[in-house]
Structure formats: C-alpha cells, structure tokens
C-alpha cells in the first residue's frame, strides 16, 4: 500500500500512474490480496504467492518433503498476513476514504462499487453475533450509506439488498445491547431509507406510518445520548421525512409544526459537531424545508425572510470551508427562493437570484452528472427562466435516469411546458403515478387545452382531493406559452388563470380558484 501511495505521490508525473483508472485497479488488487504493480516483491513474497495459486504445480517441482513443508508454512502465514492487510484496508477504506471523497464531483456511483468491494472484503470476516461491536456497527451504518446511494441512482433492488444486509448487523446489535445509543441511531437511519422504498412501491401511509412509529424510539436514544451527533442527525432526518409526507399529503399545518422541530434538530446538531460537513448541510436542507412549508402555509413573508437568512449563512459556511455539498445545499436554497419570488414586485432580485442558482446548478451537474435533486431543480428554474427547451433537456435526463417519485413533477411540469401531453397521460394511466398531485393538475390543463372535457374534470377532481394548488409548484409561464395564440375560451380562461396566478409557490389560494372556475367553465356553469 506505502508502494502504491508513493507512485501516486511521485515528485515526477513520469512516475505516476497515467490516470484514475490505474490508479483503482491497484487499489481493487489490493483489497483482494493480489499483486500490485507498484510493489517489488522479493523471491520469498512471488514465492509464497505462486504456491498459493499454483500449489499443484508447484508441488511437483518441489524436490524433498521438507522444502514443501517450509514453502507450505510460508504460504500459510503470507495468505493470513495477505487477509488481514486487505480486511484493514478495506476498513480504513469503509471508515475513512469513502466518506472523505463521497464530496469529489463525479463519484457516487465509484465510490458506492468500490464500498461494495470493500464491504465484502471487510464483513466476510465479522461474524454479525459474535463480531467486535465496532465493526458490526461500521458495516450497518455502510450498508444504510451504500441503501440511500442506490436508491438515489434509481437502484432500487440493490438498495433494499443492502439495507437486508444492515439490518443483519444491526438486530444482533440491539438484542445484545438494546440502549446502545449508536445502534439506536443506526436503526433510525435504516428506517427512514426502508420508508422511501415504500413510497417509490405507492404505500406512503405505511411508510408513514413506520416513521412516526420510530418518533417514540428517537426520544428515548436522544435521553440516553444527549448531544451525540449520529443520534441528533438521525433524529433530524426522521422528523425531516416525515414532514415532507405531510406536506405532500396537504397537512400543511402538521407538516410545517413538524418541519420546525427538525429544523431546531438540525441546529442542535450542527452546535454539537460545528466542523462536520454533514451537519452544516443539514442545517440549510432543514431551514429550506421549513420555508417551503411556511410558503404553502400563506406565510410568504416568513418563508423569504427564511430564505434570505440561510443563504447569507450559507455563503458564510462556505467562505469558512466551501464544499460540493455545501455548494449543493446553497444551490437548493437559492433555487427555493426564485420560486418564491414575485415576477413583476422582485424582479430585479429574481433575476440575480436565478442566475446565481442555474450557475451553481449547473456546474455542479456537470462535475457529477448524475445528481438527482440538482438535475430536478436545474429543469423547474429553467422553467421560471423561459428557458423550456433547457428545461426539457434536464427533465429528460431525469426520466432516463427512473428515479421515482420524488423528481416526476418535474418531469411533468416540463413535459407540459414543451407539449410532450403524451408523457402526461402515460403518467395518469399508470397504476401508482409517480407524483399523482402533479399528474393531477397538468392533466386537468392538458385535457382541457384537448377539449376532452370529461377527462379534464376528473383531473381536476383528483387535484381537489390532493390539495394540488398547495403542493405541486406552479408555472404560469408555461401555461401561458400553452394557450399562446389560441382564442378559444378555454384558452382565454387558461390565460387569466396564469395571469392571476403569477406564483411558483405560495399562491395557492389563487390556484385553487382559479381551478374551481376551469371546472366550473368546463361542466358549463356560467
């Protein structure tokens, strides 16, 4: 391994090795207890390996018992030492490499196919009953890491396999010691990755209902550890999850009461560990969250001055210690607040805003092409922006990449926007739409602009029974280059719909009238 570092470290870049790619297949030989090409070995070294793979052949070149005897012993301690170099490797790859380049741009995937290697190497020797505690409880909270990796890659068998392969280290772990606080924590964790897999399968209720079941347990581990970081972050991503279900579930107050509680969590947490990076960013995703609830609330001006507040702290954590993920976070806080902008009263302050947020969206798309909420984001502010055919662009990356429920309504919007309608329906006639409040309410649109008015009104009852107007965001722009020419008076209602609707987020009471009188108009109520 001093070897391979050294080369990788080489005064002359001659020395080095020619790319990555070299780079980690000596690392992957020698997780696996192969030959390294940076290595010199000695005869006894090439001698011990060759008996090891070769022992027939070598065998019958042997000339006395004793020499074979010798070789035999030698093997013997070369392949142990070989094993447990590799199984410390891959811990220290496990514990320490892994979470420090999981912020390079452009590793994800890498990182989670190396994890995989390094995982296998390293649980082939810890028995999940009788293993040291410190080991089980790396390869739980590894496993969870490499479920939530493969869940955002859209990975979803493989993501369930790995959370199995957790929860094998983690039962052990609390029947052994049920008030370990760092097991606890684990089991919190594993949890809320169980319960997007549910809500990607359509059972949200379940999915909810499994994490406000784990609210009681997430009390008592934060008793038992007050002020311990993995314990305060696991609880905040618990209250985080289940805020997000009840806002898409139009319990807007219940969902904001909640979303202020894992705000406040993450702050704790953030006291509790100032310098982990994780800790910063969750402190930005929470406070987002929380304005985003307090738009849908008709508390606008809370929301902004929300907004406002966490990005000045954000340009501040990252003039402190800058970063992919806090980059990211920034970007998600910026992209919030140009939704909630008014177009014509901030205009000038939304024009900056959204120039800043495409910009950082975009280079960290670029960087790492497959982030998943940055690509999401990337497609609705090219909406705000006018920009549809960029919008598209990135929606489209989005649907190629099948990554659920979470980014379909960005999907959706677009494919309005751009008249793909029927992306819109195939949607609709899915057994579990991916996002049924958004198939909802651009169905209603879609259908009405078709003039298939019965279709249109059972839209917009489904959108009615989903409170739609409150938690699908809203794009007039696009609605107005839908009706752009036409003079139908479908399509000049459309138009005053958009008009009267100049809010992303936040104006939902318009919207929701303004869909009554679409309905209204439709079943010929004058």
Known sequence: L?????????????????????????LEAFLAGKRVKAYDYSFREVAGRV????????????????????????????????????????RFFLADVAPTLADVPGTSEVIGQLSHGALEAFSAGVDPVRGAREDRLLLARTWNGLA????????????????????????PLLDQRPDDPDALAAQLEHEVWRSDLLIDEGSE???LALLEGQLERAQRVR???PGSPPVLAAHTLLLSRISIIRYTRGEMRLGIEISKRSRDSAWEYYRAAPDDLHAAVTVLDESNNLALGQFMTGSRADGLTTLRTVIELAQAMRARRDSRALQAGHATVLASLARGLHPVADRQERRRVLADARRLLADLITADPGRNSELSDASELALLDDDLPGAWQYAERV????????????????????????LIRQKARAPVPGSPAAVALFGALVEALAGNTLLARAHLAK????????????????????????????????????????????????????????????????
């Open 2 to 26: 001093a070897a391979v570092c050294e080369r990788a470290l080489a005064w002359n870049r001659d020395h080095r090795y020619p790319n990555a790619g070299e780079l980690a297949l000596e």
């Open 399 to 422: 649907e190629a990449l099948g990554l659920g429920a979470e980014y379909d309504a960005a999907v959706i919007s677009a494919a309005f926007a751009i008249g793909q309608d029927e």
């Open 51 to 90: 008996l090891k793979r070769h022992r027939a052949k070598a065998t019958l070149a042997l000339s006395t018992l004793a020499a074979l005897l010798v070789l035999a012993v030698f093997s013997a301690v070369s392949v142990g030492r070989e094993r447990d170099e590799a199984r410390q490797m891959a």
């Open 223 to 225: 008793a038992l550890a």
């Open 205 to 207: 209720a379940e999915a």
């Open 148 to 171: 939530h990796q493969h869940w955002r890659l859209g990975k979803r068998p493989e993501a369930r396999e790995a959370l199995e392969r957790a929860q094998r280290m983690l039962g």
């Open 463 to 526: 959108c009615q029974e989903l409170k739609c107007a409150e938690v699908v965001d809203w794009f007039p722009g696009a609605l107005l280059h839908r009706v752009e020419g036409r003079t139908d008076a479908t399509a000049l209602l459309l138009k005053k719909l958009a008009e009267d609707t100049p809010l992303t987020i936040g104006g939902h009471e318009a919207l929701a009238k303004g869909l009554k009188e679409l309905d209204a108009h439709l079943g010929g109520d004058p």
